[in-house]
T-cell receptor, first 112, second 112 residues
Framework: GQQLNQSPQSMFIQEGEDVSMNCTSS?????WLWYKQDPGEGPVLLIA?????ELTSNGRLTAQFGITRKDSFLNISASIPSDVGIYFC????????????FGKGTKLSVKP | NAGVTQTPKFRILKIGQSMTLQCAQD?????MYWYRQDPGMGLKLIYY???????DKGEVPNGYNVSRSTTEDFPLRLELAAPSQTSVYFC???????????FGPGTRLTVL
């Protein structure tokens, strides 16, 4: 099946540091989504991107839809302890029925 | 709105038993999805539905069945539970195939 390569797999950072993670694919996507999942919960949408080149912010989070439509990144600035969790990218393929393909996630740990 | 609800939250099954995972949404969304999430992995699509009476297979449908008799409900059925079906199951819904998906809290299933 289709795959999204998400990296890094995990990150251990100090509170206040900036974080960057990305997803790449060999396929073209119409939509890129970034979700955060806390333990025992379902994924919660952080940012949705709909156009190539689009740069969108949500508070301390910024995400971009790559120009080639095959990649996306998520940045978190000035991390805080509640940023801890697993971050997933998800892409919707061109022509699909809304089916999302998920990356394997980036586990973020923040040291106070 | 309660959003997307799932029951039960946890369940342990013996090999060969059957059960139905319930999913309901009160947002009048046409599109509904079932995913499974294995440890350290992203979500994989099992089945999806684009409206009442219409269902289709996702990436990993084997061993599962679904039905969509109403807009609100999208139950997932396991007929003969196997250890490989031990996972966390998430239901999601969206109003249109280009719109973002909202996830339920998940059902943690263990098959022994």
């Amino acid at each position: 099946g289709q795959q999204l390569n998400q990296s890094p797999q995990s990150m251990f950072i100090q509170e206040g540091e900036d974080v960057s993670m990305n997803c790449t694919s060999s396929s073209i996507f119409n939509t890129w989504l970034w979700y955060k999942q806390d333990p025992g919960e379902g994924p919660v949408l952080l940012i949705a991107l709909y156009k190539a080149g689009e740069l969108t912010s949500n508070g301390r989070l910024t995400a971009q839809f790559g120009i080639t439509r095959k990649d996306s990144f998520l940045n978190i600035s000035a991390s805080i302890p509640s940023d801890v969790g697993i971050y997933f990218c998800a892409g919707q393929l061109r022509g699909s029925q809304g089916n999302l393909i998920f990356g394997k996630g980036t586990k973020l740990s923040v040291k106070p | 709105n309660a959003g997307v609800t799932q029951t039960p939250k946890f369940r342990i099954l013996k090999i060969g038993q059957s059960m139905t995972l319930q999913c309901a949404q009160d947002m009048n969304h046409n599109y509904m999805y079932w995913y499974r999430q294995d440890p350290g992995m992203g979500l994989k699509l099992i089945y999806y539905s684009v409206g009442a009476g219409i269902t289709d297979k996702g990436e990993v449908p084997n061993g599962y069945n679904v039905s969509r008799s109403t807009t609100e409900d999208f139950p997932l059925r396991l007929e003969l539970a196997a250890p490989s079906q031990t996972s966390v199951y998430f239901c999601a819904s969206t109003s249109g195939h280009t719109d973002t998906q909202y996830f339920g809290p998940g059902t943690r299933l263990t098959v022994l």
